[in-house]
T-cell receptor, first 112, second 113 residues
Framework: SQQGEEDPQALSIQEGENATMNCSYKTSINNLQWYRQNSGRGLVHLILIRSNEREKHSGRLRVTLDTSKKSSSLLITASRAADTASYFCATALTGGYQKVTFGTGTKLQVIP | DSGVTQTPKHLITATGQRVTLRCSPRSGDLSVYWYQQSLDQGLQFLIQYYNGEERAKGNILERFSAQQFPDLHSELNLSSLELGDSALYFC????????????FGPGTRLTVT
């Protein structure tokens, strides 16, 4: 099964609204990344948060990490139609060579 | 444009056949990752190479193999193809091993008929 599980599976909002998606994982991690994928295209890195960080911002993106709950959230503020995409969290386990595991993804639709 | 190139873009072949997918990483990146994305399985990590050596293995079938060459390009070989192998295959690269930002190529869409 996947190390990361995103929730919700799909989300539909109006342009201008905020979008929040969550990622839960099972084992201890070194850090966590969020990626965006437009339909049928390669993933694009959005943000990386280390295990000793609790919150990180990048433009309209805000990521939080709660290692005690093994969860992370991605907030996109003031959404735009161009934000329509699938969003994935990726985790790398602690120790040894870090195998990166992607979650199942949240499909976001922003309606103009 | 991520700087990662993959060829071919599309591939249609029959069951039982063998194909080779090629990936050129971003200039300066030493790590290459291969992923398979299908509708029912999501994005599955297959294998990672770092500077020519295998570093991590995921859900890669025995019918699949990969290598990274001295010039750092990588090839993923898929043999005895089955209908269920139809998927998007992505290559990604990063500057080093470990949890660094990965740059994804545009993918190769494989259709097995």
């Amino acid at each position: 099964s996947q190390q990361g599980e995103e929730d919700p599976q799909a989300l539909s909002i109006q342009e201008g609204e905020n979008a929040t998606m969550n990622c839960s994982y099972k084992t201890s991690i070194n850090n966590l990344q969020w990626y965006r994928q437009n339909s049928g295209r390669g993933l694009v890195h959005l943000i990386l948060i280390r295990s000793n960080e609790r919150e990180k911002h990048s433009g309209r993106l805000r990521v939080t990490l709660d290692t005690s709950k093994k969860s992370s959230s991605l907030l996109i503020t003031a959404s735009r139609a161009a934000d329509t995409a699938s969003y994935f969290c990726a985790t790398a386990l602690t120790g040894g060579y870090q195998k990166v595991t992607f979650g199942t993804g949240t499909k976001l639709q922003v309606i103009p | 444009d991520s700087g990662v190139t993959q060829t071919p873009k599309h591939l249609i072949t029959a069951t039982g056949q063998r194909v080779t997918l090629r990936c050129s990483p971003r200039s300066g990146d030493l790590s290459v990752y291969w992923y398979q994305q299908s509708l029912d399985q999501g994005l599955q990590f297959l294998i990672q190479y770092y500077n020519g050596e295998e570093r991590a293995k995921g859900n890669i079938l025995e019918r699949f193999s990969a290598q990274q060459f001295p010039d750092l390009h990588s090839e993923l070989n898929l043999s005895s193809l089955e209908l269920g192998d139809s998927a998007l295959y992505f290559c990604a690269s990063s500057v080093s091993q470990g949890m660094y930002e990965q740059y994804f190529g545009p993918g190769t869409r494989l259709t097995v008929t």
